[in-house]
């Protein structure tokens, strides 16, 4: 059974970097035609996904975020990780990461969520 | 970029038959496969349909998709409502390595 635990600052400041981790367990990150997202959801609101790694460490990225996400791997550690510079109050939100079959698109496995919250 | 639009809230009776649309803005919905997402308050996302119409296992059958290429919709129906199924449902699709939630619907069984 696969596992995806987020881990990272849970207070931000405007204008920082938010910086996540997803630890993935019960299988290795690099096996299988898989990718791996981050996607979030403000309080009261709805998913906005933010973006995605392959293994091969091609990303894609939401298009209204993109010129402030970096997605990166460390497939060494079973590891993907999100960077989001630039924040503001409004990047306030709970953070999810999650693997998503790379035929269908869809997200079979999630994390808990980790809420970051951006304040000074 | 496309969108998903749900309506943001519908409820039912237990019992009945209720069924949320998702519209795609612009591209056709049959183009790119429709997932859909239920997520109780507290908790991660489930997928409860994927492939427009397939149930992953443990997902009662009172639980189905379709696609409407006449409306450039899908619609996630579920039969014989429980209280157990009220909560927040999402559909997801995708286009040009882009991927799109719906803004979610709220359903209510009372």
């Known amino acids: 059974q696969v596992q995806l635990q987020e881990s990272g600052p849970g207070l931000v400041k405007p204008s920082q970097t938010l910086s996540l981790t997803c630890t993935v367990s019960?299988?290795?990150?690099?096996?299988?035609?898989?990718?791996w997202s981050w996607i979030r959801q403000p309080a009261g609101k709805g998913l906005e996904w933010i973006g995605r790694i392959y293994t091969s460490g091609s990303t894609n990225y939401n298009p209204s975020l993109k010129s402030r996400v970096t997605i990166s791997v460390d497939t060494s550690k079973n590891q993907f990780s999100l960077k989001l510079s630039s924040v503001t109050a409004a990047d306030t939100a709970v953070y999810y990461c999650?693997?998503?079959?790379?035929?269908?698109?869809?997200?079979?496995?999630w994390g808990q969520g980790t809420l970051v919250t951006v304040s000074s | 970029n496309f969108m998903l639009t749900q309506p943001h809230s519908v409820s039912e009776s237990p019992g009945k038959t209720v069924t949320i649309s998702c519209t795609r803005s612009?591209?056709?919905?049959?183009?790119?496969?429709v997932q859909w997402y239920q997520q109780r308050p507290g908790s991660s996302p489930t997928t409860v349909i994927y492939e427009d119409n397939q149930r992953p296992s443990g997902v009662p059958d009172r639980f189905s998709g379709s696609i409407d290429s006449s409306s450039n919709s899908a619609s996630l129906t579920i039969s014989g409502l429980k209280t157990e199924d009220e909560a927040d449902y999402y559909c997801?699709?995708?286009?040009?390595?882009?991927?799109?939630f719906g803004g979610g619907t709220k359903l209510t069984v009372l």
């Open positions: 612009s591209g056709s919905i049959a183009s790119n496969y």
């Open positions: 997801q699709s995708y286009d040009s390595s882009n991927l799109v």
């Open positions: 019960g299988g290795s990150i690099s096996s299988g035609s898989y990718y």
């Open positions: 999650a693997r998503e079959e790379g035929y269908s698109y869809r997200f079979d496995y």
